[in-house]
């Protein structure tokens, strides 16, 4: 599922700031904290994608299926 976003612009005398804002779903979704430090990674001209630095833990514990 994907969430369609517009990109803008901001026009500064001598300067230039281009914007993405998350929906509200996607920062939950990815428990995305105030502050958190990520980065853009350019794969092609049609994928741009965002990397944390620091993921963090599971919410899901983990299982042994094996039998026992």
Not at 5 to 27: C, D, H, M
Not at 48 to 53: E, H, M, S
Request: zero cysteines; aromatic letters at 8%; hydrophobic letters at 40%.
């Amino acid at each position: 599922m994907g969430f369609p976003t517009k990109v803008q612009l901001i026009q500064r005398k001598g300067s230039e700031q281009w914007y993405i804002n998350f929906p509200s779903a996607i920062a939950q979704a990815m428990e995305f904290e105030r502050g958190e430090v990520v980065e853009w990674i350019i794969e092609d001209k049609s994928q741009l994608v965002l990397r944390r630095r620091t993921a963090p833990a599971s919410t899901l514990k983990k299982t042994n299926l094996a039998p026992g």
